[in-house]
């Protein structure tokens, strides 16, 4: 037992301790009984309401970012990522926001609409978009499309019965050095059309033959986790070249010239991250430079973030089941949750932090390792992270910047149930989608 268990009252002339709002939603505080409150709820009381492990969504920290985008490029479409975390609540949100959202499957379409987002808000993305997926989107009248391959030429040809508005997708083979799996804008990659290649110009020759297809303008896209604003201006050189050849070559003017996503965001204290005011110089000044080279009219500018958008309004709650200090080894701190939930430490190698959510700790720390349940070396959260030495099975453990990329890259491995996601907003909480159970699960066998 602490002294501040036997005397509460010595807590008021303590000072307040703080979580560093660089890794957690800004509306994120510790109340009087030292508990980790987001968005004016208490994470434990989350925990115990609607159990381990669960998604937190801070609904203001998602406004807050859609705004700073809002107000970073006020004359450029920003157009949120779905893939990074789609539900209809994210849906509405992003949407009241003003900005509108890129898809990359049917399901997603599905939901967006399912949310009232206005169809010609929608854009639909991705590589290898099937048949049935392309038939949808055009019956829905989305907005864009985003080609990817001469395949997808010659699908929509057979598809667009009235005009559709296309966007081509070209790799200007500009290598962002990160990790392999999230490179996409180095030519040697599975996205897109090298620029500047026999196939490239193919596809454009081909959507200019068609009626039905209207070509408006070029996409690239870079990477993720890019905190280096100068690979965009690079990108807008190197687009804005290619759109006044294509002007040159067919007499045609494309207006949108979208830069995709992939703007860093910090997961750990000390990470570096995307600056919107230096992001938005930067692409200002090769803009205004690109076009008086290339004696092209200025295009509209459209941005995909995703990650940027949610991944600070997300914390995902455990509860520890296990402290196991190995001899001559690690600690390992064992909870009810793990690579289901959060994959992106086993395809990635990503490192997040863990605290303690149900009580401030005032006495010595131990150097642990957080892992999960599932049955897999490899489970492992939050390595070497610093967590009470007196850290005891049923404590709730708080995991922050878990919005991007994990309810989405979710999965039932083992038949665990992937957790629900809980919206917190000034001091109220409420499911927005529930947990899975082994009902769903069964639902779908018809052995």
């Not at 009248?141 to 997808?152: A, F, K, P, Q």
């Not at 941005?303 to 690690?330: D, F, Q, S």
Request: proline share 6%.
């Amino acid at each position: 037992m602490t002294l501040l268990e036997i005397f509460p009252s010595l807590r008021s002339g303590m000072p307040s301790p703080r979580v560093d709002t660089s890794v957690w939603p800004c509306e994120t505080h510790y109340d009087d009984l030292g508990r980790i409150t987001v968005g004016g709820v208490a994470l434990a009381d989350i925990a115990d309401q609607y159990g381990t492990p669960a998604y937190v969504l801070d609904e203001t920290e998602v406004r807050r970012r859609c705004q700073a985008y809002r107000k970073h490029f006020p004359d450029a479409e920003i157009i949120y990522a779905a893939k990074a975390l789609m539900t209809k609540s994210v849906a509405r949100w992003i949407s009241q926001e003003g900005l509108s959202v890129d898809v990359c499957s049917a399901g997603e379409l599905a939901i967006a609409l399912a949310a009232d987002v206005d169809p010609q808000r929608i854009v639909l993305h991705g590589t290898g978009k099937p048949f049935c997926e392309l038939e949808a989107a055009v019956a829905a009248g989305v907005g864009r499309i985003v080609i990817d391959s001469l395949t997808e030429v010659t699908l929509l040809a057979a598809l667009a019965t009235k005009p559709q508005q296309v966007l081509l997708r070209l790799s200007p083979d500009i290598d962002v050095h990160g990790h392999p799996a999230v490179r996409t804008g180095v030519t040697d990659q599975k996205f897109g059309l090298p620029l500047g290649s026999a196939q490239a110009d193919e596809a454009i020759a081909r959507i200019m033959r068609h009626p039905n297809l209207k070509l408006v303008g070029l996409h690239c896209h870079l990477g993720s986790q890019i905190h280096e604003a100068d690979f965009y201006g690079e990108a807008v050189r190197r687009m804005v070249a290619e759109m006044a050849r294509i002007r040159r070559d067919y007499d045609v003017t494309l207006t949108e010239l979208d830069l995709g996503g992939g703007h860093a965001v910090a997961y750990r204290c000390g990470d570096a991250e995307m600056n919107l005011a230096e992001l938005a110089d930067i692409v200002d000044d090769s803009l205004d430079a690109a076009c008086a080279l290339n004696h092209f009219p200025r295009p509209h500018i459209a941005m995909e973030p995703g990650r940027a958008i949610v991944a600070h309004a997300g914390v995902t709650l455990y509860r520890v089941m296990a402290v196991k200090h190995i001899e001559g080894g690690r600690t390992y701190v064992i909870v009810d949750g793990g690579m289901n939930d959060n994959p992106r430490v086993a395809l990635y190698g990503a490192r997040y932090d863990a605290v303690v959510a149900n009580r401030h700790p005032t006495g010595p720390h131990m150097t642990a390792t957080v892992a999960g349940r599932y049955c897999e070396a490899g489970d492992i959260l939050a390595a070497d992270v610093s967590l009470p030495a007196d850290l005891r099975p049923g404590e709730v453990l708080a995991i922050p910047c878990t919005g991007a990329y994990h309810h989405s890259l979710a999965s039932s491995y083992n038949g665990v149930g992937r957790p629900p996601i809980v919206a917190v907003h000034e001091g109220r909480c409420h499911e927005v989608l529930r947990r899975e159970t082994p009902a769903d699960l069964l639902s779908r066998d018809l052995g």
